[in-house]
């Protein structure tokens, strides 16, 4: 309640009585307002201490830090973890004096202050003798989840839609994947839809059919032009491309991961 008294005072300094829900432009104020407040930021990192939230991944418990973890790869995002603690950086006079006070610490913060989820999530394989040497290594191979900014594409994607002022299902959403990061945008057109699939390096090739369907159901004739526009190939694939008529849900949200 507290918040929503700061974010009210924030909104309409000069008023005392405020009815909120009288609009849409007014909830969606209120959403952004409440999104960007440092009680809220605290708040959601507090929270995620205690729940991870991605299907395959590590969380420590003592900071809120979540690593995804792709099948079978919990090691990478656990030595993610440790190497985000400056306390279990080994150095060399570390290895010469064989530091097994430091390894016996790493291993006590492994076991009970490290959650994981996802098939075979279990400890039953870490080896506490492997030091972690050079942090920026562990890194290389696992993504660390941006909760905040995640919330944060779904509220911009949500106010996306608000703005477009059409009727929801006279959307197009557009999701790629690369494997380790995720891109979802919301257009109105499907040129720019095909323009921008391409601009990331995805190609059309498996949704042809779907991207003629919607062009028919759109009444929008394909720009010849943009289709066989060339593109340089990523690692970018479609995932769906689709009309929309409903916000993301957990098997489409735009998780913002950075390394």
């Avoid at 944060?152 to 949500?158: A, G, I, N, P, Q």
């Avoid at 995805?202 to 919607?214: E, H, M, P, Q, V």
Wanted: proline share 4%.
């Amino acid at each position: 309640m507290q918040l929503l008294e700061d974010t009210s005072k924030k909104l309409y300094p000069n008023q005392t009585e405020i009815s909120i829900g009288e609009s849409k432009e007014q909830l969606q104020q209120y959403f952004r307002a409440i999104f960007e407040s440092e009680q809220f930021k605290t708040a959601l990192t507090n929270w995620h201490k205690s729940n991870p939230v991605l299907d395959s991944s590590a969380l420590d418990k003592t900071t809120g830090l979540e690593v995804y973890a792709k099948f079978g790869h919990h090691t990478d995002a656990i030595y993610t973890i440790l190497a985000s603690h400056p306390e279990f950086h080994f150095n060399k006079n570390d290895l010469l004096n064989d530091d097994e006070n430091k390894i016996e610490r790493q291993n006590e913060f492994v076991m009970n202050h490290i959650t994981l989820r996802g098939n075979r999530a279990n400890k039953d394989w870490y080896d506490a003798k492997i030091p972690i040497i050079h942090p920026e290594e562990s890194n290389k191979h696992s993504n660390k989840l941006d909760l905040y900014a995640t919330l944060m594409t779904v509220l911009k994607e949500y106010e996306t839609i608000f703005h477009l002022n059409l009727p929801e299902e006279k959307l197009i959403r557009v999701e790629l994947d690369d494997g380790h990061s995720y891109k979802i945008k919301t257009f109105n057109n499907i040129n720019n839809a095909i323009k921008w699939s391409k601009k990331m390096g995805a190609s059309l090739s498996d949704f042809i059919d779907d991207i003629i369907n919607l062009a028919d159901e759109f009444d929008q004739p394909l720009d010849p032009k943009i289709l066989m526009e060339d593109y340089t190939t990523s690692n970018f694939e479609i995932i769906d491309f689709c009309q929309t008529y409903i916000l993301p849900t957990e098997k489409s949200v735009p998780w913002v991961f950075t390394k």
